[in-house]
Structures are given as C-alpha cells and as structure tokens.
C-alpha cells in the first residue's frame, strides 16, 4: 500500500520506521520542516516532500492520487481534519487524523461520521482505556478490542471444576443472572461459534462480549477472580487523567485525582463530580501518605514529567501493594526504565503508533471487499468482521432471531452511532449501523454472505 | 566503520561482475574467439572470492553515510581491477597498468583509450570494453540496489555516493522500486537506439558496442575514427540518443506518468538543451567554410557539441583542427557536463545553475545589502545545505583539477595536452586536444601520470567526494 503520513514528529517518525520496514509499505512523508524531512528520510527508506500538508497543490505532488491511506499525525488537531478532508476530496485514500482536544474529541463519532474519516485517534484518550483495562482486569483475561476499542472481547480460560462446567450456552443467563454473549470457544486447536445448546467444558477458551459493568459481574459470579481494584490514587491532573477517570469511575471504581494547579481541580471536579479531587503537590510524601497511598490497590503516575512519574511509582512500590500504571512520554530509554520492575509502563505515542498499524493491517487484509475493519482472532483462527450496512438490504429490519444465518457465524456487536449494542434475538440491524460479525471456517466479503443460500 | 557488511557488498559486487563477464564470453563463443577461455577464466575467479565474502550476511548489517560512501568508492576500484585482467590475460592490452586505465575509463564512462589501434582487438574485448560503459552509466549499486533485498533506509547512502547531482531524490518511496524504474528507461533507450542503428545499416555488432557507448556516455567504439566512417543517418542517430542520456532521468518518469508539461517546467533540461542549442549554432557559423554544405556543418556541430556536453566523447570530425573559438567552446562544455541524475559526468547543469543563480543573489546583496532573497529552482526553495555543498563541490574541483594537472606537469608534456587530458578525464569525457585529441590516444603519459588520470575518472564519475573520503584517515576509523 501507499501511505502518507502527514507531520514528522515522534509519532510520525515511528510510523515511518514501523510502516516502511516491517510492515513493507511504500511510505510518503510530508512536514513543514525540511529538517524533520530529512531526517526521516535519511533514516528510512521513504519519500518526503516539504510543504503544508492541509494544501492541495502540496499533496498532489506528493502523489496523492495513487495513496490508499492518508495519516495525519501534525500537532495541530484542525490542520488534521483539514488535511484528511483536503485529502479525501483530492485523491481516492482513507484518512486517519490524529485529534486530541477533548473538545473535539467526544464528537468523535460525528466527526468521523459527517467527514468521511477511516479513523480518529485521539492517543490520550487510547492511553487512558488501556489503563483502564489495566486497572479492570488481571493477566488471566485477554482482551481483543475492535470498532475502535468500542467493544470488547474478553477471553478466558474456564478454570477446572468451574460453574460453567457442562453448562449449555444458553443456560448462562438463566445461572447465573446476567447477560453476556458467548461468542467463540476454542477446545483444544478447534474454534467454534457457538449456538445455544452448545454445552461449555471445562478448560475451554471462551470469548465474551458484554458492557464493561456487566463483565466484572460475570466474572465474579462464575468466579473468576477479576483483581479488580477497588480504589485508584491518580497524581497529576492532565488529558490521560480525565479520560481514565471517567473510565474507572463508570467501572464502579473510586478515583483520588491529586493535581497542583487550584483551577483545573475546580475544573475536573466540574467534570468527574463523583471523584475526589485533591489539590496539593503530587511529589510530597506526606501528602501521598495522607491520602491512603499505602492502603491504596492502583496507582497511576500522570504529571508531565517522566521523571517524576517515575519517582512517584518507585516510591508507591516501596510503600504500598498497588497495582503501578507509569505514563512515560519519551520512548528512547525504554529499555532502562524497563529494568525498574514497574509493573506497568504506558507509552501514549507508542499506543498512538500500536492503534493506528493495526488498523492499517485490517485494512490491507480488507482490501477489496466490503469489509471495513478486519481483526485476526484466536492465532488466526476467526475472524472478526466489521461492516457498514449502506442500504436497505435483506438482512436490515428483521429481528436478528429470523435471520437464516450459516453455520458458525455470529453477529456480536451492534455500533449504532458510537453506542455500542450486545445484540440479542429481538434486536435489529438498521441502516447506517456498523455491525461485527464473528466468523471462522469461510471468508465473507459481504454482510449478505453471512445468510444462509 | 561497518567492515563486515563493506566486504559483504563488495562480495556481491564480484558476483555481479561474474555475471556480467559471461556476456563477452558469450560474444566468444558467436565469434569463436580463444579470447572467450579469459573472460570466463576472470569471471570464475570472481565468482569464487565473491562468495567467500558473500556467502554469510553479516550480524551487523547497518550501514551510515561513511559506509556508504567507502563502499562505493571502494567498490568501482575492485570492480575496475578485476574488470581489467581479461585484457592482460588475453593479450590484448599486456601491461595492467594500461589494462587498468581502459577499464576505469570504461566504467567510468570516460572513453579515453591507451589504444593506437581500435580494430586489433578482439570482439569479445571489444564488447567488454563497451558493455562497462553501459553498466558504468546508470551504477552498478543502482543496478544491485534494484536487485538484492537490501532493506532499511540504509541503502539510501549508496544510492546517493552513486547518483550524480547536487541532491539526490527518489523518484519513488522505495529505494528498490526507484532503482529498478531508472534501469527501466535506461533499457528501453538503449534497446530503442539498437534498433534504429541496425535499421540504419549498422551491423549488430557495431551497433551494440556504439549503444553502450551512447546511451552510458561513455564514448568507447569499434573503430579508429570513432564515428567519421558511418553514414549521417547513423551520426543523427547517435547524436539524438546521447542528447537524451544526458537529460535528467527523472523528466522521463514524469513522461511515463503523462506529466509531459513538468518536463518543460524543468530549468535544468530547458538550460541544458538550450546551452546545446546556442553552442552548436555558434559552432557552426564558425566552422562554415570547412564543410560543403550547411546541412554537413549543423550535423557535425550538434554532433560534437552533444559528444562533449554530454561527456560521452564520440567524434565525427576532429574538432582539434577546428578554429579557437570553436575549440574553446567545446572546452568550456567539458566543464559544463550534462543534467544532474543523468548518465553523463562534468559539472552538471543543475550545480551551474544554482552557481549562477547564486552569484545573482550575491551580486545583488552587494547592492542591497538587506535584501532577503531565496534561491528556488523548478518553483521550490532550494535548501542552504544544497547551495554550501554546491560551492563546496566547486572548490574541491578546481583544487582536484589543478592538482592534477600539477602532476601531469611533471611528464613535460605541453600545456594544452595536459590541461584537456585532466578536463577530459575528470569529467568523464575522452578525447581532449593536441596530443590527446579525438585521433589520439593516452598511451604517451607514463605511468604515474596514467594514475593520476585514472583517480580523477573514478572522482569525476563519483562527484568527488566518495573518492576523497576514501583516502582520508578519519573515515577508516571505527567509531
């Protein structure tokens, strides 16, 4: 594939390096700093123009015309939009564009929407839900995002002797009480899609999708320790925290924000009224000490500095059991920070970086189908397929219960407009939804192939 | 300093001369010359070393600017000494010295020879001689860049010590791609050119041999008068296609892509063809009275004009009896050169231009001294880094230059010859004037000087720098 990525900065740098070496893609490059341009194209096997990425003339002679991709990545969020926009009407490319003001951000989805974009990533807001998972989940759960890490499937293994033993499939809500759906399970090197007397054993791998509060209660029903922690003391008051806040706070979780300046804690106690906003100096011992930090089960170290946030977490191992979530902005000396033996250190470049490969691999696998996102599931196994349904066609409108589906394929997921819907019998598909769809043994190219012949 | 991966890429650089000596050998057997048994004899020993060196890719396969540089350097010097033993082997040129400066002077697309006679030789040395020409032409790392899976940006620094031009851009994102696309139209002009030189009556084998030599600039050929003796059809011919091998290549990707009037946009194809123009025009009106009609006049001035220019080195006339001005003109073109990311060597257009344009800003500066003006060529800023390293390859010439010539001195020969000996060899053109001029030959140098012509072909065809850096001490050092 051609892909151009718009602005040179850290996370453009690494997207050059990642998409042009590994990934194997003919990489453009445009900046308005020569000296960024050539930086990156003397360390890399790529193209680089100078000029501004948001003009036309600019992007035609960096041969907009034959890209498939276009990733906007300037540290400007408008010129973002613009640039996508522009590149859009100007050539015939998928945009993704890289908007991080808050402001913007919760109308992702309109956005996305009303300008045609493949993609949105905000990388504060990305950071923030993988700290969450961090902070909802233990190791033993997997976790496989897709519909832009809308929905989730969780995947775990059922432990010997557990409830779920010899439980047919549609059993569990009647058992236990709550609604989760049972998507895949893998028996040895076999995957299914299971119907509704599909009887679970011990040992099986299961996939679920289920909405974040449910989960935790599935999984303390059927037992499976979730080491959930209870409680969060987050230092620093930026982007990240808010959106983790929120997070956790939806989770059932109890958030402490410890921030410095007097008018953002009036801020975030504005936004997050149901957490506690601390104002003082994050980096005082005292003050950390006072707030329960050896009592506390997470802690997440958030200020500007990676320094600091480093420091912080060292001194949180030292005196408290919790769980350690690091933010570290600079990516050079991963390696050193690596050997500190904190738990768990988040790079929201790096995430930025992660988020947006992997969409560019769903997308050079969808290629050539109606297929908008394509994940790999299970080592290969199934396949999770993202649609957009256009137009009336024969599978909109009918209760998902009528519909005459193939053999193991399974409908998990309902994006209807950014609210996420874990579809049941009674549920419909409208148009304009986009709809994921879990399959293994064949391939589909379109959402009517999921019907029966 | 990378030694590992330096001999792992000189090793494939053996290998690929294995590959191409097969072809004269080739010609051997259609000829049925024993001159065939040294070819193939050269190009198993080749074949051998370059897989002792080759067999393993090193653990460490990063290569930097320094690396890049030494290699390609170091890389044309040991493609050139193995390139010269079929000559001595078979006899046809016995000392290696002298075997030596015709194999540099073929790769490097100079075309200067130590050989009184041409039409001794055999065909399968003849073939050899003009095949380095082509493969001089367009690089060989470009020709291995387009071939072996070298990735990462790394590869790059090789295209770069290899490409002339003031700066060096891809035509597309990939290194690879953009190599094999600049071997592409390299082909399709000299399977072009073939075709209309046999059409025109040449035989198959004059009409590769003067390809080579035509579309690489090289200059090398088949007989002693070079191109005196063929009809004007074919004269045309030539003159045509080493007008185009001397265009910057990048005008023709943009053909390719139906962006024709780009090409026109290009300053420097339109100050190149228009330098042709005025100077073959000039030519002519001087040289009026030594042919019979205009017609012959214009032919044989476009012809040696765009023989010069474009550094290839071929004549129809001998431009030595030719008046002054005449004769100066063609001097001055030597230096002048062709487009930059062309086959051809000199100066190159491009660097005269921003030389030109700078002198401009300059000149105005002077007269208004806050003026802030931004050189920009084909509508785009040039960058200050191009414009330093632009004077610098300047200054670095006229010192090689008049080094070189210092050295000749020594040989008490007279000025002329020495002064258009270094400017025909440095510039990668052929023939000079007086002793060394287009009926002549280079065998009356002695040895020492016969080096000193070989370093300023191999630092001509190189733009300099690869060849300095390679005698300079800091770049040997490991950290």
New interface residues.
């Given amino acids: 594939m051609?892909i151009m990525i718009v602005g040179c900065g850290k996370v453009g740098y690494t997207l050059a390096d990642q998409l042009?070496?590994e990934e194997d893609h003919?990489?453009?490059v445009v900046d308005r700093n020569?000296d960024r341009i050539?930086r990156v194209?003397?360390?890399?096997?790529?193209?680089g123009y100078v000029g501004d990425g948001a003009s036309y003339s600019v992007l035609k002679e960096a041969d907009i015309d034959n890209t498939d991709l276009l990733i906007a990545v300037t540290d400007s969020d408008e010129r973002n939009l613009l640039c996508s926009l522009i590149a859009k009407k100007a050539g015939n490319c998928k945009a993704i564009a890289r908007v991080r003001n808050p402001i913007y951000s919760s109308e992702g989805e309109f956005l996305k929407r009303e300008l045609g974009l493949a993609m949105i990533i905000n990388p504060e807001y990305a950071a923030a839900s993988e700290m969450a998972r961090i902070f909802r989940f233990p190791s033993a759960i997997k976790i496989d995002t897709f519909a832009k890490g809308r929905i989730e499937l969780l995947r775990f293994r059922i432990p010997v002797g557990n409830k779920l033993h010899d439980t047919p499939v549609s059993n569990i809500r009647g058992k236990l009480g709550c609604e989760v759906l049972v998507c895949m399970v893998q028996r040895g090197e076999e995957v299914f899609i299971p119907l509704g007397d599909f009887v679970l054993q011990e040992k099986d791998i299961v996939s679920i999708v289920a909405a974040p509060s449910r989960a935790s209660q599935f999984f303390r029903k059927i037992g499976v320790e979730t080491n959930r922690v209870p409680n969060v003391l987050i230092v620093g008051g930026g982007k990240i925290t808010f959106y983790l806040a929120l997070r956790l706070i939806h989770a059932g979780i109890d958030v402490k924000i410890i921030e410095q300046n007097r008018q953002r804690c009036e801020e975030l106690s504005e936004l997050l009224p149901k957490a506690s906003i601390i104002c003082g100096d994050g980096t005082d011992q005292n003050l950390l000490l006072e707030e329960g930090l050896e009592q506390i089960r997470g802690f997440a170290a958030l200020t500007n500095f990676d320094e600091e946030n480093i420091l912080l977490s060292l001194f949180a191992k030292s005196k408290s059991k919790a769980k350690l979530v690091t933010k570290v902005n600079r990516i050079s000396f991963d390696e050193v920070i690596e050997n500190l033996g904190l738990d768990c250190i988040v790079y929201p470049k790096y995430i930025t970086t992660e988020f947006i490969i992997q969409y560019v691999r769903s997308m050079q696998d969808s290629m050539g189908s109606n297929v908008e996102n394509l994940y790999k599931l299970n080592d290969n196994r199934a396949e999770a397929l993202e649609f957009l349904i256009k137009e009336e066609s024969p599978v909109v409108g009918i209760p998902l219960e009528k519909l005459q589906l193939k053999k193991n394929i399974l409908i998990c997921g309902i994006n209807r407009y950014g609210k996420i819907i874990i579809p049941g019998g009674q549920d419909k598909i409208k148009v304009g939804d986009s709809v994921i769809v879990v399959v293994t043994d064949y391939r589909i190219h379109d959402i009517l192939d999921i019907l029966e012949d | 300093m990378n030694y590992g991966m330096i001999l792992y890429i000189l090793g494939w650089i053996l290998n690929f001369e294995a590959a191409f000596l097969t072809l004269p050998c080739l010609v051997a057997v259609l000829y049925q010359e024993q001159d065939g048994f040294s070819f193939l004899g050269v190009a198993v020993l080749c074949l051998v070393i370059g897989l002792i060196f080759s067999h393993k890719k090193p653990a460490n396969t990063s290569l930097y600017a320094r690396e890049g540089f030494v290699i390609v350097s170091a890389g044309w010097i040991v493609m050139s000494a193995f390139g010269a033993l079929p000559f001595v082997l078979n006899g046809d040129i016995p000392s290696y010295v002298d075997a030596l400066f015709e194999t540099i002077s073929g790769f490097t697309t100079t075309g200067a020879s130590i050989l009184a006679d041409v039409e001794a030789l055999s065909k399968a040395s003849l073939f050899w001689r003009s095949f380095t020409h082509w493969i001089g032409g367009m690089g060989v790392f470009v020709f291995i860049l387009a071939i072996l899976p070298l990735v990462g940006g790394f590869n790059m620094n090789l295209m770069k010590a290899e490409s002339p031009g003031p700066s060096v851009g891809k035509l597309v994102p990939r290194v690879r791609n953009t190599a094999m696309i600049l071997y592409g139209i390299y082909f399709i002009i000299t399977v072009v050119e073939f075709v209309l030189l046999v059409a025109a009556g040449m035989t198959a084998f004059d009409a590769i041999t003067h390809t080579f030599g035509t579309v690489g600039t090289g200059g090398f050929g088949t007989h002693s008068d070079s191109l005196a003796g063929f009809s004007p059809a074919i004269q045309n011919i030539v003159t045509v296609f080493m007008i185009l091998s001397g265009v910057n290549f990048g005008a023709y990707f943009l053909i390719i892509h139906k962006k024709p009037r780009q090409v026109l946009k290009m300053e420097e194809v339109r100050m190149y063809l228009g330098i042709i123009l005025a100077s073959a025009l000039l030519i002519a009106f001087n040289v009026r009275d030594m042919f019979g009609s205009w017609g012959e006049t214009l032919r044989h001035a476009f012809f040696q004009v765009g023989s010069i220019i474009t550094t290839t080195g071929f004549a129809t006339v001998d431009f030595d009896l030719w008046p002054q001005f005449s004769k100066t003109i063609l001097i001055i073109l030597m230096f002048v050169g062709a487009c930059a990311g062309s086959t051809g060597g000199g100066i190159k257009v491009s660097r005269i231009t921003i030389l030109l344009k700078t002198i401009k800003k300059e000149l105005r500066m002077i007269s208004h001294p806050r003026s802030v003006k931004k050189i920009a060529m084909d509508g785009h800023r040039i960058e200050h880094e191009v414009v330093r390293s632009t004077n610098v390859f300047i200054a670095v010439y006229f010192l090689v230059f008049f080094t070189s010539v210092l050295l000749l001195g020594m040989d008490e020969l007279d000025f002329t010859t020495n002064f258009t000996a270094v400017a025909a060899t440095l510039n990668n053109i052929g023939p000079g004037l007086e002793l060394v001029g287009p009926t002549q030959n280079f065998s009356i140098f002695s040895a020492p000087a016969k080096f000193v012509l070989m370093f300023d072909m191999l630092a001509g065809r190189l733009e300099l720098f690869p060849m300095l850096l390679l005698f300079a001490p800091s770049s040997w050092k490991k950290y």
Avoid: A, E, L, R
């Fill in positions: 051609q042009s070496g003919n990489i453009i020569p050539s194209t003397n360390d890399f096997d790529v193209m």
